[in-house]
């Protein structure tokens, strides 16, 4: 039940869009939510949907996967829904029912600000699903290298993300045998007061911190084995380099931008 | 063995994990078996070929993608409240299963599983100090902290969370596994105690041959999802290239005697536990002597 957490799950590909170096993709993301916040007519929210769906495609990414990711944000789109449309006053007045007023431009807002959400978690989904965890955070650490500079520990805060992201899934299994091995000795964690449940978890938490303090203890152990001692000097084992499709990315993503911010002058 | 009623029976079970994604696998495919009070029946297979996936099926933990388990006749998931009853019933040891030790002291954690059962009183401390007795923990180690004993002891102090709800069907997924020779034949040997106590039927997930042979009167073997060979170890070993194309061996007393019998000399092919083997060549060199 555990294996159904969506947030960063990737996609295994080799489609044009899963082979992009992961700094192209995560700058694109930039650019995307950038161009999509400049955005204000049908013209520029159509081209861009028009973009999120051609990169949906072109990475293989099944729609389904795509709903299933804005699921748990539904209330907070509603929420958004609901207030634009009752506190926008302007355009013609289309409705007038005790204190609910719905103005024409309270609706086209809603719909614009609720496009914009789903469009905005959409894009970032797309990132998670075509790129793996760990070059995610290689891109990052690659993108945040300036820091450096000034003493920020740009290494190894990556490193502690990649660790922390590569034990995700060790954990969720470990939780989940944890779980399986509770159960199989009568543990209910389905029924009861609130309370009861909050204590059906101790059994699953004790062991989980152990073998978690355990598995930590023996990582340190292995990586100083190894003379593990920081970034200073590190070479890597996947060099990144852009490519001529990186090349191709900035450009579709220039366009883009520049074709919003165009539409935005011709008022758009 | 036909006479007797099953007391757990698999009737064509297929299981298929995260259905409707990339990910998704059929672990095991239309299952048929049938377990017997007292019965100690080996399961051995390569990684990967269904045998967990199998076991966690007999007390409801996985739910059949299709098929039915059936305890006493009985379908398990017939309600909810039968499965949770199941799981008293069908005791499941997993793999390391010191891992899922969390109480203070060694009784508590053992009691942990009756007192799920709704057991209390001076009924819990029996069935605790009961089981603790099968599997050979003492008084005093009970008080203590079970993260202050040795590793052995942890196992075996995990083992007796199960036994102390007293299941019918006990099954022990490779309860042996990174102990050494005394520990684990200390195990093994709690596991006949209980199984000969009870009259349980006790199923026994394995890699080591030696262990289902010596232990088990009969070897179900498992390869890619499915049931490939159901005997007795002597029907099973004898199949020896067939277990190697598998990516699995027989004992290695039985290997030393195929290729004894390779080499010209006349000895019986049935061998498959050291012990048997040095039976047989003593008998051997008194004919000889004659």
């Known amino acids: 039940m555990l294996k159904d957490i969506t947030l960063g799950q990737f996609f295994p590909g080799k489609t044009i869009i899963h082979r992009l170096d992961p700094r192209t993709k995560l700058l694109m993301l930039i650019v995307y939510i950038v161009t999509l916040f400049l955005a204000k007519s049908w013209c520029s929210y159509g081209l861009v949907l028009a ?36 506190y926008t006053k302007s355009g013609t007045l289309l409705l007038d029912w005790w204190i609910f007023e719905i103005w024409s431009d309270g609706i086209i ?87 009861r449940r909050a204590k059906a978890l101790i059994p699953i938490l004790v062991p989980l911190f152990v073998s978690a303090f355990r598995r930590a203890d023996e990582l340190a152990t292995a990586m100083e084995c190894r003379c593990y001692h920081g970034g200073e000097g590190r070479t890597r084992l996947k ?19 520049s074709g919003v911010i165009v539409l935005r002058r011709f008022g758009l | 063995m036909a006479p007797t009623k099953p ?93 899922q030790l969390f109480e203070e002291t060694c009784w508590k954690d053992i009691a942990f599983g009756p007192k799920n059962q709704g057991i209390s009183g001076d009924e819990l401390d029996a069935r605790v100090r009961r089981a ?17 004993i040795s590793g052995g002891q942890k196992r075996r102090v995990a083992i007796a969370g199960v036994i102390a709800m007293e299941p019918d069907v006990l099954i022990l997924d490779e309860p042996t596994a990174g102990l050494d020779a005394a520990g684990r034949d200390a195990i093994l040997e709690n596991i006949r105690a209980y199984q000969q106590a009870q009259n349980a039927a006790v199923i026994m997930v394995s890699h080591s041959m030696e262990e289902v042979a010596e232990l088990c009167g009969r070897l179900i073997v498992m390869n890619k999802g499915s049931v490939s060979m159901d005997g007795t170890p002597a029907e099973v070993f004898t199949h020896a290239d067939e277990l190697t194309e598998m990516g699995l061996s ?34 051997r060199k008194e004919d000889r002597s004659c």
């Open chain 1, 51 to 86: 973009f999120l769906v051609a990169v949906t495609v072109l990475g293989k990414i099944p729609f389904k996967a795509m709903t299933k990711g804005l699921k748990p944000m539904l209330v907070f789109i509603i929420f958004t829904a609901v207030l634009n449309l009752f």
């Open chain 2, 7 to 99: 007391i757990i029976e698999i009737k064509d079970l297929t299981h298929t994990y995260s259905p409707g994604t990339p990910f998704e696998h059929t672990a095991v495919s239309h299952i048929n078996l049938a377990f017997h009070a007292g019965e100690l029946a080996g399961v051995i297979g390569h990684t990967g070929s269904g045998k967990s996936t199998l076991i966690q099926h007999l007390n409801g933990l996985l739910k059949p993608t299709s098929g039915q388990v059936l305890f006493q006749g009985e379908d398990i998931w017939k309600d909810k409240k039968f499965i949770h009853s199941i799981r008293g019933r069908v005791g499941l040891v997993f793999q390391y299963p010191e891992y």
């Open chain 2, 250 to 283: 027989v004992p290695q007393v039985t290997s030393v005697f195929a290729r004894l019998r390779a080499m010209g000399l006349d000895l019986p092919a049935d061998v498959y536990t050291v012990r048997y083997a040095v039976a047989r060549l003593l008998e």
């Open chain 1, 109 to 195: 807002t809603a719909f614009f600000m609720v496009m914009r959400i789903m469009m905005l978690v959409c894009g970032t989904f797309l990132l998670t699903y075509t790129t793996s965890p760990i070059a995610l955070t290689d891109a990052m650490e690659r993108l945040l290298n300036p820091l450096k500079k000034l003493h920020v520990p740009v290494h190894e805060l990556a490193m502690m993300m990649s660790i922390a992201l590569r034990f995700i899934p060790t954990l969720i299994e470990e939780t989940d045998k944890i779980i399986s091995a509770q159960k199989a000795r009568g543990a209910d964690f389905e029924t009861g007061s609130l309370i």
């Open chain 2, 132 to 148: 603790a007795g099968f599997v050979g923990i003492s008084e005093e180690l009970l008080e203590k902290s079970p993260f202050d």
């Open chain 1, 239 to 257: 060099v990144l380099r852009y490519a001529a499709i990186d090349l191709a990315a900035f450009v579709v993503g220039g366009l883009l931008l």
